[in-house]
T-cell receptor, first 119, second 118 residues
Framework: KAGVTQTPRYLIKTRGQQVTLSCSPISGHRSVSWYQQTPGQGLQFLFEYFSETQRNKGNFPGRFSGRQFSNSRSEMNVSTLELGDSALYLC??????????????????FGPGTRLTVL | AQKITQTQPGMFVQEKEAVTLDCTYDTSDPSYGLFWYKQPSSGEMIFLIYQGSYDQQNATEGRYSLNFQKARKSANLVISASQLGDSAMYFCAMREAPSSGGSYIPTFGRGTSLIVHP
């Protein structure tokens, strides 16, 4: 099985621009989560999508948004880029939604990340 | 307050020796999951091992084992017989339900950099 793929791998943008990152989960996986990793803040959860619906959301401003398509592929959009948005953006897929059922065992498999630099 | 604390920013170990990476966590949720990930310099996070809060036995996966002490809220990762390829950042993570209800939000520690010497 192919792993999680993310495109592009590297991106350079300027302040004020917007950017769209793409993530293709492992075949059969329906949950996609996005994370931001920076040296200062570490790894922070952005949001999780399952069956084309956003199920969980971290503490990020509305400039960060996402969506999921019927084939489970997901895109993340950041509008009005700021210097502080420079980070490694990681996508992770899992077969099930983490949900409220008490099931916390589902393993997430990560992609290689997109390194975004904002100048 | 920090949900996940990894007190060792960097660790060094000799090849073929065992090493323990520390992780303590803070939660009031009786149901939670603890994960360890490895992140090589390439950036990809690689899942290593999982421990559920209700699991009676410590998790093991090949050379990786998790020393789970629930009362002390610690979930240390033990790597036996270290290899040069084990040099990487290691992250401890927890998935718990928020106190206000809702779904399981994962939180990560700041990581431990492990260097394996030949």
């Amino acid at each position: 099985k192919a792993g999680v793929t993310q495109t592009p791998r590297y991106l350079i943008k300027t302040r004020g621009q917007q950017v769209t990152l793409s993530c293709s989960p492992i075949s059969g996986h329906r949950s996609v989560s996005w994370y931001q990793q920076t040296p200062g803040q570490g790894l922070q959860f952005l949001f999780e999508y399952f069956s084309e619906t956003q199920r969980n959301k971290g503490n990020f401003p509305g400039r960060f948004s996402g969506r999921q398509f019927s084939n489970s592929r997901s895109e993340m959009n950041v509008s009005t880029l700021e210097l502080g948005d420079s980070a490694l953006y990681l996508c992770a897929s899992s077969s099930r939604y983490s949900g409220t059922s008490g099931e916390s065992t589902d393993t997430q498999y990560f992609g290689p990340g997109t390194r975004l630099t904002v100048l | 307050a920090q949900k996940i604390t990894q007190t060792q920013p960097g660790m060094f170990v000799q090849e073929k020796e065992a090493v323990t990476l520390d992780c303590t966590y803070d939660t009031s949720d009786p149901s939670y999951g603890l994960f360890w990930y490895k992140q090589p310099s390439s950036g990809e996070m690689i899942f290593l091992i999982y421990q559920g809060s209700y699991d009676q036995q410590n998790a093991t996966e090949g050379r990786y084992s998790l020393n789970f002490q629930k009362a002390r809220k610690s979930a240390n990762l033990v790597i036996s017989a270290s290899q040069l390829g084990d040099s990487a950042m290691y992250f401890c993570a927890m998935r718990e339900a928020p106190s206000s209800g809702g779904s399981y939000i994962p939180t990560f520690g700041r990581g431990t950099s492990l260097i394996v010497h030949p």
